[in-house]
């Protein structure tokens, strides 16, 4: 079973920074993607930023020149950095990641349980 590791979440004020990681851990063959969603009060989850093996990083709007997401390959983790917070960044953020295991022919998707971000006065 592919389990995901978040951490990093908690409570800061307008402006302030908080770095979330996350760790896949579990037998499979390769990992296509990996990033975070969040899901704040009232709205449905929504993609925040992610890196796709060989690919670029993808960014909502709301984020960019905010946030950076990073992946370290060899250790199978994403971190997501978060600059000048802003109160509407409130929200559960999820871990995600997009991975082919080894009795798999197909993509599947799995998903952190969520660790909590709150930027408030």
């Known amino acids: 079973q592919v389990q995901l590791v978040e951490s990093g979440g908690g409570s800061v004020q307008p402006g302030g920074s908080l770095r979330l990681s996350c760790e896949a851990s579990?037998?499979?063959?390769?990992?296509?993607?990996m990033g975070w969603y969040r899901q704040a009060p009232g709205k449905q989850r929504e993609l925040v930023a992610e890196?796709?093996?060989?690919?670029?990083?993808n960014y909502a709007d709301s984020v960019k020149g905010r946030f950076t997401v990073s992946r370290d390959g060899a250790k199978n983790t994403v971190d997501l950095q978060m600059n000048s917070l802003k109160p509407e960044d409130t929200g559960v953020y999820y871990c995600?990641?997009?991975?082919?295991?080894?009795?798999?022919?197909?993509?599947?998707?799995?998903w952190g349980q969520g660790t909590q971000v709150t930027v408030s006065s």
């Open positions: 890196l796709t093996t060989g690919g670029s990083g």
């Open positions: 579990g037998k499979f063959f390769s990992i296509n993607a």
């Open positions: 995600h990641v997009r991975l082919k295991k080894f009795s798999m022919s197909r993509w599947n998707d799995y």
